[in-house]
């Protein structure tokens, strides 16, 4: 064998062929490497054998190497050397004589296997200055023992292993390099952003924000996501170190401009507000939803594609909304309601500085205002009778109703507000709400909604100078947001009152005159607390006014004669969502009221009137969607007087002493349904139950359709029954037969109406409106006179034996508040007959014929709006069968607020005209007919803090 490769030289077999001096000298060596074997000088051979293989490395010498070795005994040293041969020698013949040779010397040596993942590690033995021994997988010949064994590879984290020896044995060694990393931070947006080595056509090595490892060096990341311009980063990774970058993707985008024509509408992007009208928005490319709403208009909304760097328009006309709970007790749009509606805006009443809720509403289609120089009340459509004190009107502040629980009157000037800052918008349902409010709710309800949590107004105080020499003061303040928070304010009023000629009482010098006789003074308290679904209200208003009047002919204008009224109550109200198609609302209240009236007589003395009832109640409320188009709200309500008591004095002591308690019980639903794209049913139902004398149950149920034929186009044909239950004052009072006496017996008044009433619009803001009604009254409670003598009369409450029949037609035509400006004009004609509708008695203080014209607009000063209104009433029948005169009333009004500054201002004339204006008196007084105020002044100052 060693003959056959002495044959070949080194250069010959070299892996490559060295330069032309090494090789000559490598074959030199190898020569005397050949010549020193055959003459056995081994050490000599193996000498020059190595040199040989150092200058021109080659398999020939390899193997040569390891027989020098062999012959020498060191065994170790062969077999590290055939291992080498056989791993460079290509031909498998000579490869198997590489392994025999290793198998023949294999039991004279300690062999170590060692392998290494990933394979190519570079080994080292022992000591690494010695040298490297190979690269895995190898096997080496080592002396016995211990030994370390050291692993190596560029990237990886350098290992070692100790291993023991023994001769004819074989060792295994393997180890898992780890490799040398570092690591990258990535924070920024957008989140969910791809992040790829180099380019992006590979798998994504992590995602944005995020933490990659990687190996140490420069690194290129790319990142990117859909929608967003993709961008690079050089990263220079640090071996075990940690490397933080910030990214910021810039989004993809083009511009959206949105215009509409009123101002301030709030622009939502899917579902995330990004500004107000007009506005200019810079949106990330693709597909998304905007919406566009404002308080009081439908909202708008409408899919939009973006393109990259382009410029797209929305031009947009909101349509003027009107929302209101009173009609359904369940917020909903005016034209959705079951009933005829009218809602009276805050901006509205900011515009033409209305002070009280019987100003505000005042020229609303269907309505007329009384005023006894005592109590102001409302008439519905021909139906306010003289001395009934409205309590045939429900009057409600934010759903809670504040009628009295003596004679149900319903409180609409001072006696309810002091003024109207508190308030967002007063709402009008026309019609019987006994179905969802049960009595006093006979032919309207009026409600009073106050502030939303998020228009609640911050620290301000206001003085209010008006006429009848009046003067109002007011201060409040709120903290907090929607989600929690609270609201107070104090408003206080006091007047001097004005003079009045009474012609009834002009029978000699001075008679009739009375100077400063209506002084009055009033005051409201109004708190609000808020957290999450619960709201806690209290509300307490008090009045003290002299009777002007001589009324229940007391002494004509002596200043002993007052009425004072104090109304009160607390409310906590429980509110939360029960899911996607359910809401529950749930209140607890406590109410008082408490009055006294003093009644001064020539002879008799001071008589004094004395009223106290205290009262509570509970009432759930749910409503359910169980499926699409079908709404069903389930109610009821308990309510307890658990102090109430009626009495009336005579300078020789008591002349009533009567504690008439009572609880009622009721329930009520509302089921509606939506029967088709053009057709809304409801139907509204409510029992009560009252203890209080022989009343017992009552029910009463309502019908509606409401049809849409067109998207401008709503048709409402409306249907009831609604009750009155005789109050505490008509079944006990009495004053020992000096004005009144007891009844005998009292029922129930009942109404049956009919209603129709057509809406068209014809265009975003302006909509007209036609509606024709008929209501036929039963069981009519009445004032009649059953004695009188020298001009004394006794009177006494009874039932009217006739029916009682209204019936009328209302136009109005109105453009919606929008950009400053509005304008409504509204007609009404109406006959009321007790008995026969066509041949029948007109019925007192009912005008046959109505209209109004409101309007508003920006004046030319700027932040400034000017304001008119314009009534006209026809006469009215008073008790004393005479008849009042035409009444025009105009009134004026400017208001604006300083620029950049937290003061609003008003001003302006009421009755500019001083038309003499007079409304019919009651039984109680000698006058028929009573004056009403003329031409006055105000003027309001509100400044904020």
Do not use: C
Not at 340 to 366: C, H, K, M, N, P
Not at 817 to 833: C, F, N, P
Not at 844 to 872: D, E, H, I
Not at 908 to 922: A, C, E, S
């Amino acid at each position: 064998m060693l003959l056959l490769l002495a044959l070949a030289g080194p250069v010959a077999l070299a892996q490559q062929a060295p330069p032309g001096d090494l090789a000559e000298e490598a074959d030199l060596h190898f020569e005397r490497a050949a010549d020193a074997y055959r003459r056995r000088d081994y050490d000599e051979a193996l000498e020059h054998l190595l040199l040989s293989n150092r200058l021109a490395p080659n398999r020939n010498v390899v193997f040569n190497i390891a027989r020098t070795y062999e012959q020498l005994g060191q065994f170790d040293s062969a077999f590290r050397y055939y291992n080498d041969y056989v791993r460079m020698e290509d031909d498998p013949e000579l490869q198997a004589e590489g392994r025999e040779a290793m198998s023949r010397i294999a039991a004279r040596v300690a062999l170590v296997t060692i392998e290494a993942a990933p394979v190519g590690a570079t080994v080292y033995i022992d000591r690494e200055d010695l040298g490297a021994r190979g690269v895995t997988p190898l096997t080496l010949a080592l002396p016995p023992g211990e030994h370390t064994v050291f692993v190596k590879q560029e990237g990886y984290h350098p290992t070692q292993a100790r291993t023991s020896l023994a001769v004819g044995g074989t060792a295994e060694v393997s180890v898992v390099l780890v490799p040398i990393r570092g690591q990258v931070e990535l924070s920024g947006e957008p989140a969910g952003a791809r992040v790829f080595l180099g380019d992006t056509d590979g798998t994504p090595v992590g995602e944005l924000p995020g933490t990659l490892t990687l190996a140490p060096g420069p690194q290129l990341l790319v990142i990117e996501k859909d929608g967003y311009r993709t961008a690079r980063e050089l990263v220079e990774v640090e071996a075990d170190g940690l490397v933080q970058r910030a990214i910021a993707l810039e989004e993809l985008s083009g511009t959206l401009v949105v215009d509409a024509a009123e101002r301030g509408a709030l622009i939502e992007v899917d579902g995330v507000p990004e500004g107000f009208t007009p506005a200019v928005l810079d949106l990330p490319v693709g597909a998304h939803q905007v919406r566009i709403s404002k308080p009081g208009f439908r909202t708008f909304e409408q899919d939009i594609e973006i393109n990259t760097d382009e410029r797209s328009a929305l031009s947009v006309r909101l349509r003027s909304q009107q929302e209101l709970s009173a009609a359904s007790r369940d917020l909903r749009r005016a034209e959705d309601a079951p009933a005829s509606v009218s809602i009276i805006t805050g901006a509205e009443l900011r515009a033409f500085g209305y002070q009280e809720v019987y100003d505000a509403v005042a020229g609303t289609r269907g309505l007329y205002t009384t005023n006894d120089l005592t109590y102001q009340y409302l008439g519905f459509r021909g139906f306010g009778r003289p001395g009934d004190y409205g309590n045939r009107v429900l009057v409600t502040v934010d759903g809670h109703t504040l009628n009295d629980d003596q004679i149900g009157a319903s409180y609409v000037g001072s006696d309810l507000m002091v003024d109207l800052h508190d308030v967002e918008q007063i709402e009008i349902v026309r019609g019987p709400g006994s179905a969802l409010y049960g009595s006093n709710a006979f032919f309207g309800v009026i409600n009073v909604v106050t502030r939303e949590r998020d228009s609640a107004l911050g620290p301000h105080a206001v003085v209010t100078a008006d006429g009848g020499r009046t003067l109002r003061t007011r201060a409040g303040a709120s903290v907090g947001d929607a989600q929690r928070g609270a609201s107070v304010s104090a408003a206080g009023m006091v007047s001097q009152g004005r003079d009045y000629a009474f012609e009834a009482y002009e029978e000699g010098d001075g008679e009739g005159v009375v100077n400063d006789a209506d002084r009055t003074r009033a005051w409201t308290l109004h708190g609000k607390a808020w957290l999450g679904d619960w709201t806690a209200q209290a509300f307490y208003t008090g009045r003290m006014k002299q009777v002007p009047t001589g009324a229940f002919e007391t002494i004509l204008g002596d200043p002993r004669a007052t009425s004072d009224d104090h109304r009160s109550f607390a409310e906590l109200r429980y509110t939360p969502s029960l899911g996607p198609r359910a809401n529950l609302s749930a209140r607890a209240y406590v109410d008082r009221y408490r009055f006294v009236g003093d009644f001064p007589y020539e002879d008799e003395g001071l008589y004094r009137d004395r009223w106290q009832g205290t009262w509570a109640g509970v009432e759930p409320r749910v409503r359910l969607s169980p499926v699409e188009r079908l709404d069903i709200t389930a109610g009821v309500e308990a309510r307890f007087n658990f102090l109430a008591e009626l009495d009336s004095y005579s300078p020789d002591g008591p002349l009533l002493e009567e504690e008439p308690r009572q609880a009622v019980i009721s329930a009520y639903g509302v089921v509606e349904a939506q029967a088709a794209r053009w057709l809304r049913a409801s139907a509204e139902a409510r029992y009560d139950y009252f203890t209080l004398e022989d009343i017992g149950g009552t029910f009463n149920p309502r019908l509606a359709a409401i049809l849409q034929p067109g998207e401008d186009d709503v048709l409402k044909v409306l249907g009831g029954t609604a009750f009155r239950a005789p109050s505490p004052y008509e079944l006990f009072y009495n004053d020992g037969g000096l004005t009144q006496v007891r009844p005998a017996k009292l029922e129930p008044e009942r109404v049956r109406t009919a209603e129709l009433e057509y809406t068209r619009r014809f265009t975003e803001v302006i909509s007209g409106t036609a509606a024709a009604y008929f209501n036929q009254i039963l069981s009519l409670v009445d004032t009649e006179v059953v004695a009188e003598e020298d001009d004394e009369v006794v009177l006494r409450f009874t039932n009217v034996e006739d029916r009682v029949h209204t019936g009328g037609v209302e136009l109005e035509l109105r453009r919606d508040w929008r950009q400053g400006a509005m304008i409504a004009a509204q007609g009404s004609l109406q006959r009321t007959r007790v008995g026969d509708w066509l041949g029948g008695e007109y019925l007192t203080n009912s005008p046959w014929a109505l209209a109004a014209l409101k309007a508003a607009a920006p004046a030319p000063l700027p932040g400034t709006t000017v304001a008119t209104r314009v009534q006209v009433g026809s006469p009215r029948l008073t008790t004393q069968d005479t008849w009042t005169g035409w009444a025009v009333i105009w009134d004026v009004t400017l208001t604006g607020a300083l620029p950049e500054q937290p003061v609003e201002y008003g001003f302006g004339v009421r009755n500019l005209l001083d038309w003499d204006v007079t409304h019919p008196g009651g039984y109680d007084l000698l006058q028929a007919e009573l004056p009403q105020p003329g031409r006055s002044l105000f003027a309001t100052v509100k400044v904020g803090f």
